[in-house]
């Protein structure tokens, strides 16, 4: 409760930037579950695929793809639907780029949009601090000498003051996990990129033979 009188007394932008906490939360929490490296490139399908490749058996690896969803599997189905099940280790690698480009980009939704709450956040507190100021000189100037109207100078302070306290309370974190959610995404697409060149080089050797 006396966190709602506070957003109450920082007048509109506390009830924008509570909006905004709201928004990245829900970013956050979504990122947090789907962001685990373990989860989406399991190691018991790479170990899988990789045998399935190295003996030929393609069917076989697209048959687990269709068993089993999740980032590494899914890549790979979506590679074997373009080259068929007769690539080169040319083609299947060309295609593994451009599906894992794909579904990075949708690992990646939501994080502009925690971005420009990370970036709006503080500039919201600043303009909710310059209308309390207004509201402040407003005051003392219909005062004319006199202090003016103690209640409404007092509600101009706290406008003042909590909309910067509530600008950087949620900006903070959605600075920090944005950071961090990038770094996870980097780690991810690193480990595409590797299980692909893997699978690629399996392939091309099978073939040689």
């Given at each position: ?24 939360l ?9 962001l ?27 048959e ?16 074997f ?12 690698l ?11 980009m ?26 309390g ?17 103690p ?15 509530f ?14 959610f ?10 595409l990129?590797?299980?692909g ?13």
């Open positions: 409760m006396e966190a709602f009188r506070f957003i109450s007394e920082a007048g509109i932008v506390g009830y924008i930037l509570l909006f905004l906490s709201v928004v990245s829900a970013v956050i929490i979504q990122k947090l579950i789907t685990r490296l373990s989860k989406l490139i399991p190691k018991e399908d790479f170990k899988l695929l990789a045998d399935f490749i190295r003996r030929g058996s393609l069917g076989d690896a697209v687990l793809c269709k068993r089993r969803k999740n980032l590494l599997t899914e890549v790979v189905h979506e590679t639907k373009h080259v068929a099940l007769n690539p080169t280790r040319e083609t299947f060309s295609a593994f780029e451009v599906s894992a480009r794909k579904k990075m949708e690992l990646e939704r939501g994080m502009a949009l925690l971005a420009t709450v990370a970036a709006i956040s503080p500039l919201l507190g600043l303009l909710g601090t310059v209308i100021m207004v509201k402040i000189f407003g005051v003392l100037t219909a005062g004319g000498g006199a202090i003016g109207n209640q409404q100078l007092s509600a101009g302070i706290a406008e003042a003051l909590l909309t910067t306290i600008g950087l309370v949620v900006a903070i974190p959605a600075v920090v996990m944005y950071n961090l990038n770094k996870k995404l980097d780690k991810i697409a690193a480990e990129e590797a299980a060149v893997f699978f690629a080089n399996a392939l091309g050797r099978r073939q040689k033979q």
